[in-house]
């Protein structure tokens, strides 16, 4: 599992990660106070946390055409869950939540397996 410190060494490993298999993107942030993006297929998402009555909020957020857009998750310990944006379905976002750690990753699918993920 990869743990970025900060957003620079993000980009810096996300970039080996992406040389490397350009299919799939992960990255794992374990601290509220943290920012991550993930960008694949010309679209850049941006996750972040807080703690609300012990669930994980979970932000992404992203831009569509001009507007900015957020989905808001909440999620228990444990909780897995994947989605596709709309008109972005040949990219599959998955978040998963351990304890304070939140791991995210989008991967190159097709439209069949994004509409069986969610």
Known sequence: ?????????????GTLL????PGTRVVTIDQP??????HHDGVGVAMRYHFVDGQMEVIASFQDGRA??????RMDDG????FALPGHD???YSFTR?????????????????????
């Open 90 to 92: 040949g990219s599959l």
């Open 98 to 118: 351990r304890g304070d750690a939140l791991t995210a990753q989008v991967k190159t699918t097709s439209f069949s397996e994004a509409a069986r993920a969610g």
């Open 1 to 13: 599992m990869l743990r970025f410190a900060s957003l620079a060494a993000a980009t810096a490993i």
């Open 79 to 82: 909780e897995s869950l994947s």
């Open 68 to 73: 900015n857009k957020e989905i808001i998750l």
């Open 33 to 38: 106070s943290e920012r991550a993006d993930l």
């Open 18 to 21: 992406f040389l490397n298999d």
